[in-house]
């Protein structure tokens, strides 16, 4: 079972659409949470961490169930610069991250 | 923003030579920095953890005389691909964490590696 895992996608949505990425993981130890953004051939970036409590930035919303080793990342009204790859990255030791895959977003004008 | 850049963002080279990737922090001093590589259409994996003065710590399933780390400085670290071949083509990726020893890594550009 990998570490993290994605659903690869790619989602194609229509600008304006409300859509959901989900992400699980399979360490119980892990300590901390993020969403990054990729680019096609760019490094990540930072879109968002994740806390137990949820947290909502713009259009973004995020949410960590530890019970069930769950993350997830809401997008609302899509547009079309919101097209990248999504990727789920786990915090595991000092400074280890743990990457998915990444879910492919294509927003559709 | 903490700044992060590499040097070079892409090369090209022939299979059996060796190639030196820069990773530099720029505005912020850097006690430990990452390796990653990415193939296409998959995740980024990280090669090894390089902390400054002292040897590199390198994943599982990485040879560490293939892909040797140099982090003389708390700004600088350098990965050499020593005797590249084809396969080892990929997106190489740095990050940097700062002294405030959070857990934010900050990313550079990448490194676009091509072994002809």
């Known amino acids: 079972r990998k570490e993290v895992e994605q659903d690869p996608g790619p989602f194609n949505v229509p600008e304006g659409a409300t859509v959901a990425f989900n992400c699980t993981y399979s360490?119980?130890?892990?300590?901390?949470f993020f969403w990054y953004r990729q680019d096609c051939r760019k490094e990540p970036k930072l879109l968002m961490s994740?806390?137990?409590s949820g947290n909502e930035d713009g259009r973004f919303t995020a949410q960590l169930n530890r019970a069930s080793q769950y993350i997830s990342l809401l997008i609302r009204d899509s547009k079309l610069s919101d097209s990248a790859t999504y990727l789920c990255v786990v915090h595991y030791g000092p400074g280890k991250l743990i990457f998915g895959q990444g879910t492919t977003l294509q927003v559709k004008p | 923003g903490a700044v992060v850049s590499q040097h070079p963002s892409w090369v090209i080279c022939k299979s059996g030579t060796s190639v030196k990737i820069e990773c530099r922090s720029l505005d912020f001093q850097a006690t430990t920095m990452f390796w990653y590589r990415q193939f296409p259409k998959q995740s980024l994996m990280l090669m090894a953890t390089?902390?400054?003065?002292?040897?590199?710590?390198?994943e599982q399933g990485v040879e560490k005389d293939k892909f040797l780390i140099n982090h003389a400085s708390l700004t600088l670290s350098t990965l050499t691909v020593t005797s590249a071949h084809p396969e080892d083509s990929s997106f190489y990726i740095c990050s940097a964490r700062g002294l405030d020893s959070t857990d934010t890594q900050y990313f550079g550009p990448g490194t676009r590696l091509t072994v002809l």
């Open positions: 390089s902390n400054e003065g002292s040897k590199a710590t390198y």
């Open positions: 360490n119980s130890a892990s300590q901390s």
């Open positions: 994740v806390y137990s």
